[in-house]
């Protein structure tokens, strides 16, 4: 079955980084783009940033300049660099793997890794 499985989260300080990292497995990983999305509490969840299977890249304006998406598919693996992080960016981060192919819809979550910033 397939399995997306987001790590690295934690509590950092503001100004501070963290890398997340999604491992998919059950897919065959570079056929799909990839986005990253977040859920405060209380808010509707939010598109971060996208990483297409040709390795083009899209962010939300509320994260551009501060986080970059990459991918590795030999490692079957997204990856969600964060610097500069605010209070604001407290939440828990998703990762989603999609595709559209023959008139169908694949689209598949992860469980979420939670992040905090805070002092």
């Known amino acids: 079955q397939v399995q997306l499985v987001e790590s690295g989260g934690g509590l950092v300080q503001p100004g501070g980084s963290l890398r997340l990292s999604c491992a998919a497995s059950g897919i065959i990983f570079s056929l799909f783009h990839m986005r990253w999305y977040r859920q405060a509490p209380g808010k509707q969840r939010e598109f971060l940033a996208l990483?297409?299977?040709?390795?083009?890249?899209n962010y939300a304006d509320s994260v551009k300049g501060r986080f970059t998406i990459s991918r590795d598919n030999a490692k079957n693996t997204v990856y969600l660099q964060m610097n500069s992080l605010k209070v604001e960016d407290t939440a828990v981060y998703y990762c989603?793997?999609?595709?559209?192919?023959?008139?169908?819809?694949?689209?598949?979550w992860g469980q979420g890794t939670q992040v905090t910033v805070s002092s």
């Open positions: 989603n793997a999609g595709r559209a192919t023959a008139g169908r819809r694949y689209d598949y």
């Open positions: 990483i297409t299977n040709a390795n083009n890249t």
